[in-house]
Nanobody, 120 residues
């Protein structure tokens, strides 16, 4: 049973910072990708940032230059450092882990989400 537990969300003023954490129940190197998604009110869940097993990172345009995804393999934890937060960053942030089998089948796992609210 894969478990992803997010923490670190909260209420912050515009311009502030938050660091989200995602603790996995097993080794994070089990997964081909781990990432953070955001669902803003009334919208779908969109990718914010991801990190591949080889360490390559990817960011949404809105996150570039402000957010940093990182990992600590000893703690089986992935982080999202969010700086210079804007009201439009508000939403529920979900941790995601993706495992791709050699036959092409993809398994995706999600955490329960953590609320981030940025006030103007």
């Amino acid at each position: 049973q894969v478990q992803l537990v997010e923490s670190g969300g909260g209420l912050v003023q515009a311009g502030g910072s938050l660091r989200l954490s995602c603790a996995a129940s097993g080794s994070i190197f089990t997964y081909n990708f781990m990432g953070w998604y955001r669902r803003a009110p009334g919208t779908q869940r969109d990718l914010v940032a991801s990190i591949a097993k080889d360490g390559v990172t990817n960011y949404a345009d809105s996150a570039k230059g402000r957010f940093t995804i990182s990992r600590d393999s000893a703690k089986n934890t992935v982080y999202l450092q969010m700086n210079s937060l804007k009201p439009e960053d508000t939403g529920v942030y979900y941790c995601n882990a993706e495992y791709r089998r050699v036959d092409g089948r993809v398994y995706r796992y999600w955490g329960q989400g953590t609320q981030v609210t940025v006030s103007s």
